[in-house]
């Protein structure tokens, strides 16, 4: 690690005010609600994104208690929606691991939306192991 | 006769020595932790605490003290020596560590620390948590930020 830092003497660190740091990717994936809407966005944006309503009952349906998509209330639907309009996608999108169409209220992919998706994968299969021996 | 036994019992174990490597190198021998899925990103989620955990491997002691703990986060956070830094930059890090991190990593088990005496002992979940940062730290270096 040592040497990590002596041979990269100019890290861009806060330097560049817009370059992407590790700790924004890790601050991107603290929260499972972020987790989850990044790999809802991999999996489906076909190329034209995947609509915020969409995504919304789609991280609502996973983090909650649910049988069928269609047992999600309004209310719940509309919170989350607010939380990803407001907070979440804004900080992947930040984060450049996702791109947000604001008026078209979509969200897409990016370069490093497949590559974050491996990385929580490893912390998942590394730490979150069900048994590991 | 007695000869070629003995050259084939070296060839057994040099097979043997073979083997174990290739072993090594399997995943399920890389330290893994059953963390619930929060605590396991909150905590690594945290540069000070992917610091922390790093530098408590990288001691080989069986315990380390708090203040040389946090020396050695100050001096990954700083990018200089731990000789190098100045009692700002130690105490910052040490009342850090003190009165949040470790006290909030020995409530989840993943650390040993004996407040009193004022040191720190890893666990299995402490290695494997720094075995798994470290892999984490480079697919990002090499393959998000682009």
Known sequence: MAAATSQGGSLPEETQEDAVTKNDIYDAIATERRRIALRYVLENDDGDGVELGELAEAVEFVQGDYERIDEIGSKARKAVYVGLYQDHVPVLADAGLVESDKRKNRVFTTATTAAVVDVIDTVESRLCAGDSR | ?146
């Open chain 2, 1 to 146: 006769m007695i000869a070629a036994a003995i050259e084939r019992l070296r060839s057994v174990r040099a097979i043997g020595a073979v083997i174990e490597w290739l072993l090594s190198l399997l995943p399920w021998r890389t330290p893994t932790a059953s963390l619930d899925p929060d605590v396991a990103f909150r905590i690594v989620s945290s540069a000070r605490r992917r610091h922390l955990v790093r530098a408590l491997e990288e001691t080989d002691a069986e315990a380390i003290d708090v203040s040389e703990l946090a020396a050695l986060v100050a001096a990954t956070e700083y990018g200089l020596e731990t000789d190098a830094l100045d009692a700002d930059q130690r105490k910052r890090v040490y009342v850090s560590l003190y009165q949040t991190h470790l006290p909030r990593m020995a409530d989840l088990g993943l650390i040993e620390y004996d407040v009193d005496a004022g040191i720190v002992r890893p666990t299995a979940e402490s290695a494997a948590i720094a075995a798994a940062v470290d892999d984490v730290d480079g697919q990002i270096q090499r393959e998000v930020i682009l």
